[in-house]
Structures are given as C-alpha cells and as structure tokens.
C-alpha cells in the first residue's frame, strides 16, 4: 500500500460546479498536509496548507482534513477553467531539520466553458 | 517576488553525455531538494541538501550525483545520461523546520535520445 493515495482522475466539471479532490494515506504519524497546484509543463504551486485536523479556507478553496480517517479534501467552489492543473496532495510528520514530504500523485482537473 | 529558479527549462541531450541542471533559491532556504516527475510514478525524490557542502540520498539515487558549494544553489549532475533518466526534474527548497512547505521551480524537462 502506498503511504499517500489520490485518484488520478481526469475529472471532468462544467464551470460554476463544486469540485472534491481527495487523498487517503496510511501513516498516523503525519501531521501537516498541503495542496499543490500544478499547471502543465509548469512546476507546482502550493496552494494551501493546513496543520493536524479541520477545516481551512482561502476565498473559493476549502481544506479539510480528517485524521481519525486518514483522509483529506480540497473543495474548489464555483469552479473556473483557470482552475483546470493536476492537484497534488502533499503530507509531513514534522521532524526537525528535515522533514520529508510524502506527495500524492495527482488527480488531473478540467474545467468546461 | 522570492523565488526558486532552474537554469533550463528544456534540455535534450544524447545518451552517454553528462548533464547538468542547476537550481537557484533566494529565500535563504537550508533545504533543498531534486524531484524527478514522471506520468503514473509522481513525484519521487532524488537527493536532498540541508546545508552547504551535505547531501542525502532520497528514494532513487542511483545514476545521480549533487553538488552543493553555495546556500542559494543545488546541482543534479547525471553522470552519463540514459534514455530512462528522460524526464520532468523539479528543484525545491524549504526553511528546516517541521511543517515546512516546499517551494518549487518551474521544472526542467529533460529528453534524453
């Protein structure tokens, strides 16, 4: 089993929807999540970040996170075609000088006019 | 506007050749990192540095060397090149700190015939 897991997708949505992008991973032990954004041929943008479990919320991106299910979301509200890249989701423990990040492999998103 | 640059964005090269893919961050990171990204495989580490002149080896190594001489600056150094090295290399850097975030570069995609 793979430490950090993510439909690769394509996921296909018209504009206005609501969009869930989701990662489940296996190791209790990670305490810091991350979303990237990652436009293609581009190198990937973080986009937020959220510590231990709950909810964080930046204008139309929502994070959320789950740890009793090992489990975390990124909702995108009324979606946009500008929002259309490969979303990757990213995971640390929280050690001292390095902390290795465990990244997903991406769900690609498209976003229909 | 701090940032994390890589010297190519577009390489071709021939196998047997040695390559090299600099990196520059000016956010006075200790951390950095090689990433290689590949469709289906994601994002799997090459080598790491937190500080000057110290490296560490990530997941796959092997047919990669790093130097380091300069805080602001990390090389990947593929000391003869092959076609499976055919790639997306993406520099990264962060503080040394839990929770850390990595910040990317705009990727080098190198093509090796």
């Known amino acids: 089993q793979k430490e950090v897991e993510q439909d690769p997708g394509p996921l296909s949505v018209p504009e206005g929807a609501i969009v869930s992008l989701n990662c489940t991973y296996s190791n209790s032990a990670f305490q810091y999540f991350m979303w990237y954004r990652q436009y293609s041929r581009k190198g990937p943008e973080l986009l937020m970040y959220?510590?231990?479990?709950g909810n964080k919320e930046d204008g139309r991106f929502t994070a959320q996170v789950d740890k009793s299910s090992k489990y975390i979301s990124l909702f995108i509200r009324d979606s946009q075609p500008s929002d259309s890249a490969t979303y990757l989701c990213?995971?640390?423990?929280?050690?001292?000088?390095?902390?290795?990040?465990?990244f997903g492999p991406g769900t690609s998103l498209s976003v229909i006019p | 506007d701090v940032k994390v640059t890589q010297s190519s964005r577009y390489l071709v090269k021939r196998t047997g050749e040695k390559v090299f893919l600099e990196c520059v961050q000016d956010?006075?990171?200790?951390?950095m990192f090689w990433y290689r990204q590949d469709p289906g495989l994601g994002l799997r580490l090459i080598y790491f540095?937190?500080?000057?002149?110290?490296?560490e080896k990530g997941d796959i190594p092997e047919g990669y060397s790093v130097s380091r001489e300069k805080k602001e600056r990390f090389s990947l150094i593929l000391e003869s090149a092959s076609t499976n090295q055919t790639s997306m290399y993406l520099c990264?850097?962060?503080?040394?700190?839990?929770?850390?975030?990595?910040?990317f570069g705009p990727g080098t995609r190198l093509t090796v015939t």
């Open positions: 540095s937190y500080d000057v002149k110290m490296k």
């Open positions: 956010m006075d990171h200790e951390n």
């Open positions: 959220t510590y231990s479990s």
């Open positions: 990213a995971m640390s423990q929280g050690g001292t000088s390095y902390d290795k990040v465990i």
């Open positions: 990264a850097s962060s503080f040394p700190q839990a929770g850390a975030l990595p910040l």
